[in-house]
């Protein structure tokens, strides 16, 4: 996977309500409302944008094989770049 992925807080507003992390984009009034397993990714893009260090921290974190792990945080990150909450660098 190898990928860094860095959060782009300029173009989103982000509040904690009752465990969830509800963002929405400042431009387009996407919003989308993270638990769970895309609450965890989110907090651990906070300590490094790294791919491989995400997915082993969900290894770590959740009862999931390192193939599956890898493709959704692949498929998640790429939805947070589509929709502008992210950049790949």
């Avoid at 860094?4 to 409302?33: C, I, M």
């Avoid at 609450?39 to 999931?64: H, N, P, Y």
Wanted: aromatic share 8%.
């Amino acid at each position: 996977m190898s990928q860094e992925l860095r959060k782009s807080p300029q173009n989103f507003l982000s509040a904690t309500l009752d465990g969830e992390v509800v963002l929405v984009h400042g431009s387009t009034g996407v919003f989308y409302s993270l638990k769970d397993t895309g609450l965890a990714i989110w907090r651990e893009l906070d300590r490094t944008g790294d791919l491989d260090e995400v997915a082993d921290a969900l290894c770590r974190e959740f009862t999931i094989d390192r193939d599956t792990c890898e493709r959704e945080v692949g498929a998640f990150a790429d939805q947070l770049v589509r929709e502008g909450f992210a950049t790949f660098h």
